[in-house]
Nanobody
Framework: EVQLVESGGDSVQAGGSLRLSCKVS????????MGWYRQAPGNECEWVST???????SFTDSVKGRFSISRDNAKNTVYLQMSSLKPEDTAVYYC???????????????WGQGTQVTVSS
């Protein structure tokens, strides 16, 4: 059974840090492109970061220099290290395998349930 479970979300003050984890099962993490996405109330799904199966990474402009993505294949876990958090980062954060925001519903089995990140000023 394919499963992705995010954890690590919390309420923090602006400038703080959090590390989100995405534990996966039911597919080979080392063969997947893993992405982090977020959605704030009233906003559309937004791509945040991707770590591809070859280890390459990319980030949306708004988080460059503040966020880092990594993967531990042995632990079947993808991480999103978030630093210098801003109130604008407040959202539910999701991880997904081989997908994107537009395909979220179609690929729902490869999306996690999300974890809430709240950044207060």
């Amino acid at each position: 059974e394919v499963q992705l479970v995010e954890s690590g979300g919390d309420s923090v003050q602006a400038g703080g840090s959090l590390r989100l984890s995405c534990k996966v099962s039911g597919f080979y993490l080392d063969e997947a492109d893993m992405g982090w996405y977020r959605q704030a109330p009233g906003n559309e799904c937004e791509w945040v970061s991707t770590i591809r199966h070859d280890g390459s990474t990319s980030f949306t402009d708004s988080v460059k220099g503040r966020f880092s993505i990594s993967r531990d294949n042995a632990k079947n876990t993808v991480y999103l290290q978030m630093s210098s958090l801003k109130p604008e980062d407040t959202a539910v954060y999701y991880c997904a395998a081989d997908s994107n925001c537009a395909q979220r519903l179609i690929h729902s089995d490869y999306w996690g349930q999300g974890t809430q990140v709240t950044v207060s000023s």
